[in-house]
């Protein structure tokens, strides 16, 4: 009965949707079809900006809720989905894969993978898939890379990433580059030593692998103290970004280890709390900057990376984007990796400035210390895995970030929180939990931010911290939420609050848009639950 019920769904699924080969030109040039949504920020540059208009500040308020999917999974729904051709993939925690009806939220077909072992800091979660041809790639939290077929649900190929999968882990969401499929591992916490490599997307053969931390006779190493380099952390746990014409690839790395005691790994620990960019075909390292040197306090730097190609003083750059969980707001050129621009974003007291390299200017006594340390901002940062947003519509990078958090610093003791209610600090919940916010308390804000500046101009306070990412789209509109469930549509110029929903669970994931048949649609993973709304007809 049950494989009828299977292949019943199969065949419902052939008839709804042609299911046609997706391109790597597809992937690279998705604005020839907006409608579909074919990686994690819809772009390889994570721009994350829709050019879908239909729902925009005329029509925001008319919003409904088509459909909701419920998870079977009560772990955190970090995941973006991705459409194609009228079909939504998503996956529910820890490594199911599932194919759903875009227009009703029908299940298709569901892939499971049960890990034999996988563990993570923070949740056993996936923050969701790639797609080349009719093939998905997912990574697992026992480190294998899997390859599914997106018509039928069928695993074609297995590969196990990593040898030590009790300690490794994949939470990642792959990204595809003509016939490569990359992906990092997580783990910084448990003490690896982080590396991202790329694999044949036919075989699952291992073509490269660049490894975090350097080893002795490559360069850096001797940022590291003693054998510390053997288990420095680094880990590469979110999205990359890519850039065609330079043919360079990009990620965040995370902190060293261990996290919050670097008496054992004097140095500046290279090349964890960096930005590495790395020749898409070969791995080879082609610059790096590092965010925070020798860190103490967990900042890793694996947050979205944002390319744009904009007027900087007078000339055309490629320039990178980059909010920092460390509190700091970066410009980068991208092509050689050049600091030009650096400022707080947030309340931060660790660091006062750069020196002419764009190296950052410690603040004296501003680490752990055996009586504790007032550090802004939190040891959960000012932001962290969850998508900004750039609209070249209106110029400005939107971003969702805590304001006024700080942590008490403890030398070689996990930092103590700031605050009457700690529940601030628990990281991507799934049920909502009140935190009554002093003035002086860690609060949640989406913003935009001028780029050329770096100037706010503007932000909307939420009612409770967030960890949910931002969309932008050609509607001038900027979606988001946060803790306390609300799911809201802002105004791109001004931020003004257009709608919102409550939606029963936290906010954990970043917003996405699609259409099918002409009719626009907006998703976002909420509690355990994944929920699409569109004006009525």
């Known amino acids: 009965m049950k494989n009828q019920f299977v292949l019943l769904c199969v065949s419902l699924f052939a008839s709804a949707s042609a299911l046609a080969q997706v391109s790597f030109d597809q992937v690279l040039n998705p604005d020839s079809e907006p409608g579909n949504w074919l990686s994690y920020s819809r772009t390889l540059d994570n721009q994350r900006h829709s050019l879908l208009d239909q729902v925009n500040t005329e029509t925001v308020e008319g919003l409904e809720l088509q459909w909701v999917w419920q998870a079977h999974s009560l772990e955190k729904f970090e995941a973006t989905p991705l459409v194609v051709d009228g079909v939504l993939y998503t996956v529910q925690a820890p490594n199911d894969v599932v194919a759903l009806d875009a227009v009703t939220g029908r299940l298709f077909w569901t892939y499971s993978h049960v890990p034999e072992v996988g563990r993570t800091c923070c949740g056993r979660v996936n923050r969701g898939l790639a797609i080349l041809g009719d093939t998905l790639f ?89 054998d510390s380099w053997q288990k420095g952390g680094g880990a590469i746990w979110n999205a990359g970004a890519y850039d065609a014409e330079a043919n360079l690839v990009y990620w965040g790395t995370g902190n060293p280890a261990p996290d919050w005691d670097g008496r054992t790994r004097l140095g500046d620990n290279l090349y964890t709390d960096s930005v590495i960019a790395l020749d898409a075909d070969t791995g080879e390292l082609k610059w790096h900057y590092q965010f925070t040197p020798h860190d103490e306090l967990d900042y890793d730097s694996t947050q979205v990376p944002v390319l744009v190609d904009m007027e900087w003083e007078g000339t055309q750059r490629k320039l990178m984007l980059w909010a920092n969980r460390n509190g700091v707001m970066y410009v980068l050129d991208r092509t050689t990796g050049e600091f030009l621009s650096g400022k707080p974003y947030v309340a931060v007291n660790w660091m006062d400035g750069f020196d002419a390299k764009g190296r950052p200017q410690r603040v004296p006594g501003m680490l752990p210390s055996p009586e504790g340390t007032l550090i802004r901002p939190h040891v959960h940062g000012a932001t962290n895995w969850a998508p900004p947003a750039y609209s070249p519509d209106t110029g400005l990078f939107y971003v969702a970030h805590w304001e006024d958090s700080g942590i008490m610093a403890i030398e070689g003791q996990f930092p103590q929180a700031v605050g009457v209610n700690t529940r601030q600090t628990t990281m991507g919940d799934v049920t909502l939990e009140p935190f009554f916010n002093n003035s002086d308390e860690a609060s949640g804000m989406i913003a935009a931010y001028n780029p050329r500046t770096l100037e706010r101009v ?53 917003p996405m848009t699609y259409a099918v048949n002409g009719k626009q649609y907006i998703a976002i993973a909420a509690g355990t639950a994944l929920f699409t709304f569109a004006l009525p007809d």
């Open 458 to 510: 503007w932000g909307y306070s939420l009612g409770n911290i967030t960890w949910g990412g931002v969309l932008s789209t050609a509607g001038d509109l900027v979606f988001g939420g946060g803790k306390d469930g609300y799911f809201v549509a802002l105004d791109a110029k001004s931020g003004e609050l257009l709608w919102k929903a409550t939606l029963g669970g936290q906010v954990n994931a970043g």
């Open 138 to 226: 997912m990574g697992t939290v026992d480190a294998h890379l899997l390859a599914i077929d997106a018509k039928s649900g069928q695993l074609l190929w297995n590969t196990e990433v990593a040898d030590k999968p009790e300690f490794f882990s994949i939470t990642m969401p792959p990204t595809v580059i003509d016939d490569k499929v990359y992906i990092g591992t997580a783990g910084g916490d448990l003490g690896i030593r982080g590396y991202v490599a790329a694999f044949d997307v036919k075989t699952g053969a291992e073509l490269w692998r660049f490894s975090t931390i350097p080893a002795p006779g490559e360069f850096g190493n001797d940022t590291w103290s003693g």
